[in-house]
């Protein structure tokens, strides 16, 4: 069984930055993503990183996220920076065995609880 908790949300001014933590028990070598969920809005995937390290963002977030694993603790990660009023969101990791996972909620069956960023302008 995989567990996730996230940490690391916080409110912040507009063109801040936030680094997200995701602690991962139970399993290393993992599918994993972050999703954000604004109020009143569907899920939405923002970053990738494959069991092999591969990532992949979204268009609308490319250059101002990083997402990273560490390995060695296990604790997954996205950097964010240059954040907006728009970002505000719960913010929630996710992971999957199976390959080739994509930015669509249904395709990860392991979620944390979220943890909230809240940006102000």
């Known amino acids: 069984q995989v567990q996730l908790v996230e940490s690391g949300g916080g409110s912040v001014q507009a063109g801040g930055s936030l680094r997200l933590s995701c602690a991962v028990y139970?399993?290393?070598?993992?599918?994993m993503a972050w999703f954000r969920q604004a109020p009143g809005k569907e899920r939405e995937g923002v970053a990738i990183?494959?069991?092999?390290?591969?990532?992949s963002y979204v268009d609308s977030v490319k250059g101002r996220r990083t997402i990273s694993k560490d390995n060695s603790k296990n604790i997954l990660y996205l950097e964010m920076n240059s954040l907006q009023a728009e970002d505000t969101a719960m913010y929630y990791c996710?992971?999957?065995?199976?390959?080739?996972?994509?930015?669509?909620?249904?395709?990860?069956?392991?979620w944390g609880q979220g943890t909230q960023v809240t940006v102000s302008s």
């Open positions: 996710a992971a999957d065995f199976r390959s080739r996972r994509g930015f669509w909620p249904y395709e990860y069956n392991y």
């Open positions: 139970g399993y290393t070598y993992i599918n």
């Open positions: 990183i494959d069991s092999d390290g591969r990532t």
